[in-house]
């Protein structure tokens, strides 16, 4: 079948196992070099400044996990959408989205910088598995990791393929109709939310940044969280995410945590609260498919019902999965993980003094690339010296020391430019 089709054909493994391709597919992720940096790279706080925070591998480890179980209930393969989740920041550098930025910055002559652009580079040509197809995942595989299905646009911050991956990207992409996400993206995508949102918010209150006592106490606080939302994640209104705000403030599972002290019954409720909050954000997304679809809400891998616009005898026939159908997720849940994520954003990543280590962090990366382009080959790593060697113009070479340094962990990134710059 097309979805299980890798670009270069592998002979057959028959090891007695009867793994599917796409389990062979999530192993690939699991084992590769990249998936274990994510351990030492940024997600909210710098990766190592506290032994409880999450890294942006535990991130992805929780990301797989409620999309295995989002899609497993939707019909989806659950190996796909799990390589999804723990695929889906490979390609993010140092310092997190700071980083992706900084990167961003420096790179315009070779076409800017995305994570899920450069994703899409590491699963398919930069991580070390097979020759010129780097991990060589099945298309399926591939397609569910691409968060933004187009190549980079004017006016348009996100994408997900460099021009010199278009070809694989064509491949990868045969048979989707334009920029339509096939729905183990969009369950993926949702479930990264899901996550990020979430469990950014534990780990502000348990960090003592984020404090609901005094989101409760303080009307223009609330105000100002609302603006930030409506500014930053959301097209929803400051006011209508004023009334969401109210009721989500109210709900039982968050209440206890206005009080929050540190203690094990306070990091009990806080563990509660969060697996109350992800348990509702996806079950309310998979019902509501289902319902769109018409499957039954208790039914687990039935076939897939019209949309209430179309005739049934137009309906596709087959389980909710890859172009079949579309994830919904109510207007009113999507509003409550945008206030979440702006808790995360307003209390943590702007918090006083940390803009100071944020521009560090941008002057790092920007002048990684400035030293390691004067000193390549010989300063890249044995597995970019080459491709360095190899590339046509000036353009090709920078983007392999953008891939040089986007491939290094928060420590190393601190240690290349110190050791390169005596910074």
Same mark, same amino acid.
């Given at each position: 079948m097309i979805e299980a089709e890798r670009f270069v054909p592998e002979p057959r493994k028959d090891t007695g196992h009867g793994r599917s391709p796409f389990e062979r597919d999530r192993a690939r992720v699991l084992h590769s070099a990249a998936f274990r940096r994510l351990a030492a790279k940024t997600q909210v706080h710098t990766a190592g400044s506290d032994d409880f925070l999450r890294t942006r591998l535990t991130h992805s480890l929780e990301v797989a996990q409620i999309a295995r179980e989002m899609g497993a209930r939707l019909g989806c393969d659950p190996d796909?959408?799990?390589?999804?989740?723990?695929? +889906?920041? $490979?390609?993010?550098?140092?310092?997190?989205?700071?980083?992706?930025?900084? $990167?961003?910055?420096?790179?315009?002559?070779?076409?800017?910088?995305?994570?899920?652009?450069?994703?899409?580079?590491?699963?398919?040509?930069?991580?070390?598995?097979?020759?010129?197809?780097? #991990?060589?995942?099945?298309?399926?595989?591939l397609d569910a990791t691409c968060k933004y299905p187009w190549p980079r646009?004017?006016?348009? &911050?996100?994408?997900?393929?460099?021009?010199?991956?278009?070809?694989?990207?064509?491949?990868?992409?045969?048979?989707?109709?334009?920029?339509? &996400?096939? #729905?183990?993206?969009?369950?993926?995508?949702?479930?990264?939310?899901?996550?990020?949102?979430? +469990?950014?918010?534990?780990?502000? /209150?348990?960090?003592?940044?984020?404090?609901?006592? &005094?989101?409760?106490?303080?009307?223009?606080?609330?105000?100002?969280?609302?603006?930030? /939302?409506?500014?930053?994640?959301?097209?929803?209104?400051?006011?209508?995410?004023?009334?969401?705000?109210?009721? $989500?403030?109210?709900?039982?599972? $968050?209440?206890?945590?206005?009080?929050?002290?540190?203690?094990?019954r306070a990091q009990a409720a806080l563990k509660g609260a969060t697996s109350v909050q992800i348990g509702r954000f996806v079950a309310t997304a998979v019902e509501a498919t289902k319902a769109e679809y018409e499957i039954p809400p208790d039914a687990v891998r039935l076939v897939a019902g019209p949309r209430r616009d179309e005739q049934p005898e137009k309906a596709s026939v087959g389980p909710l999965r890859r172009y079949a159908a579309d994830l919904v997720v109510p207007r009113l849940i999507r509003a409550q993980c945008a206030l979440l994520k702006g808790m995360a954003l307003r209390y943590v990543m702007r918090r006083e003094g940390a803009e100071l280590w944020y521009e560090r962090q941008r002057e790092i990366l920007t002048d990684l690339v400035g030293a390691l382009a004067t000193r390549a080959p010989e300063g890249l790593d044995p597995i970019f010296a080459p491709l360095w060697k190899a590339a046509p113009d000036d353009a090709s070479r920078l983007r392999v020391v953008i891939d040089q340094v986007a491939s290094l962990t928060d420590p190393a990134a601190v240690a290349w430019h110190q050791r390169l710059t005596g910074g």
């Amino acid at each position: 079948m097309i979805e299980a089709e890798r670009f270069v054909p592998e002979p057959r493994k028959d090891t007695g196992h009867g793994r599917s391709p796409f389990e062979r597919d999530r192993a690939r992720v699991l084992h590769s070099a990249a998936f274990r940096r994510l351990a030492a790279k940024t997600q909210v706080h710098t990766a190592g400044s506290d032994d409880f925070l999450r890294t942006r591998l535990t991130h992805s480890l929780e990301v797989a996990q409620i999309a295995r179980e989002m899609g497993a209930r939707l019909g989806c393969d659950p190996d796909v959408v799990d390589v999804a989740g723990l695929a +889906h920041d $490979l390609g993010h550098p140092p310092f997190g989205h700071n980083g992706e930025d900084a $990167l961003d910055a420096v790179a315009q002559e070779c076409g800017g910088f995305e994570g899920n652009a450069q994703t899409l580079r590491v699963l398919t040509r930069l991580e070390a598995k097979v020759d010129g197809a780097g #991990l060589n995942l099945t298309r399926a595989s591939l397609d569910a990791t691409c968060k933004y299905p187009w190549p980079r646009a004017e006016g348009r &911050r996100k994408f997900g393929v460099y021009a010199d991956d278009a070809e694989i990207f064509a491949w990868v992409r045969e048979g989707a109709a334009g920029a339509a &996400r096939c #729905l183990e993206a969009q369950v993926m995508d949702w479930a990264d939310d899901v996550a990020y949102s979430v +469990h950014d918010v534990e780990d502000g /209150v348990f960090g003592g940044y984020i404090a609901f006592g &005094r989101l409760l106490a303080d009307a223009g606080e609330r105000a100002a969280l609302c603006a930030d /939302v409506a500014a930053t994640y959301s097209a929803e209104t400051p006011g209508d995410l004023a009334e969401v705000l109210t009721d $989500l403030l109210a709900d039982p599972a $968050l209440a206890p945590l206005a009080g929050y002290d540190g203690s094990y019954r306070a990091q009990a409720a806080l563990k509660g609260a969060t697996s109350v909050q992800i348990g509702r954000f996806v079950a309310t997304a998979v019902e509501a498919t289902k319902a769109e679809y018409e499957i039954p809400p208790d039914a687990v891998r039935l076939v897939a019902g019209p949309r209430r616009d179309e005739q049934p005898e137009k309906a596709s026939v087959g389980p909710l999965r890859r172009y079949a159908a579309d994830l919904v997720v109510p207007r009113l849940i999507r509003a409550q993980c945008a206030l979440l994520k702006g808790m995360a954003l307003r209390y943590v990543m702007r918090r006083e003094g940390a803009e100071l280590w944020y521009e560090r962090q941008r002057e790092i990366l920007t002048d990684l690339v400035g030293a390691l382009a004067t000193r390549a080959p010989e300063g890249l790593d044995p597995i970019f010296a080459p491709l360095w060697k190899a590339a046509p113009d000036d353009a090709s070479r920078l983007r392999v020391v953008i891939d040089q340094v986007a491939s290094l962990t928060d420590p190393a990134a601190v240690a290349w430019h110190q050791r390169l710059t005596g910074g």
